[in-house]
């Protein structure tokens, strides 16, 4: 069966410290995994795409990293804001349907950004 | 640029009812969807479709319904609600449904089913 699983579950930080989400999957086959940010009572908004030959992608303090062998991928925030404060969701992309991707979410990490 | 819009935002709904969720997207994508996010799981797929004219089930299509007559919009209907349909529901486009094309979602539309 395919799976993502996120961790930590939820995670509170100081405002400016730095902060790695954790993604593993047992999805394949496997096509690109996606990180999305959700901010409370809102859609998920991408971040990053990566596929199978990617390691790292940015998207300003927002720093993806991928390993394909073991399964796994990060999230890494630099320099937090408040504004960071939001559910951050791992999606994987594995085969498709014969009409389209079939995508596996993972259920989230809560990161709340404090003073 | 609109995006993704759903609506309406919040609704309450009794045992039985009927309604539908109504969904728009301004981008000109082919693919679009409909998922419901609960607590303590991931989004899960409940309908979704490649093309006007064209639609195919998800993971947990039962009591929901879709149409796609235009490229724009892509309604949902529920047609008895029931309280386990109570959820957060949110419509998707891209430009096709394969991998590597940005996935946009709506805001959302709150249901709950008493």
């Known amino acids: 069966k395919n799976q993502v699983e996120q961790s930590p579950q939820s995670l509170i930080i100081l405002e400016g410290k730095n902060c790695t989400l954790q993604?593993?999957?047992?999805?394949?086959?496997?096509?690109?995994l996606r990180w999305y940010k959700q901010d409370t009572g809102r859609g998920p908004v991408s971040l990053t795409i990566m596929t199978f030959s990617e390691n790292t992608k940015s998207n300003g303090r927002y720093t993806a990293t991928l390993d394909a062998d073991t399964k796994q991928s990060s999230l890494h925030i630099t320099a937090s804001q408040l504004s960071d404060s939001a559910s951050y969701i791992c999606v994987v992309s594995g085969g498709d349907t014969g009409t389209a991707s079939k995508l596996t979410f993972g259920t989230g990490t809560r990161l709340q950004v404090t003073l | 640029n609109a995006g993704v819009t759903q609506t309406p935002k919040f609704q309450v709904l009794k045992t039985g009812q009927s309604m539908t969720l109504q969904c728009a997207q301004d981008?000109?994508?082919?693919?679009m969807s409909w998922y419901r996010q609960d607590p303590g799981m991931g989004l899960r797929l409940i309908h979704y479709s490649v093309g006007a004219g064209i639609t195919d089930q998800g993971e947990v299509p039962n009591g929901y319904n879709v149409s796609r007559s235009t490229t724009e919009d892509f309604p949902l209907r529920l047609l008895s609600a029931a309280p386990s349909q109570t959820s957060v529901y949110f419509c998707?486009?891209?430009?096709?449904?394969?991998?590597?094309?940005?996935?946009?979602f709506g805001e959302g539309s709150w249901l709950t089913v008493v």
């Open positions: 998707a486009s891209s430009k096709d449904g394969f991998s590597g094309n940005t996935i946009y």
């Open positions: 993604c593993n999957y047992t999805v394949s086959p496997f096509s690109n």
């Open positions: 981008m000109n994508h082919e693919y």
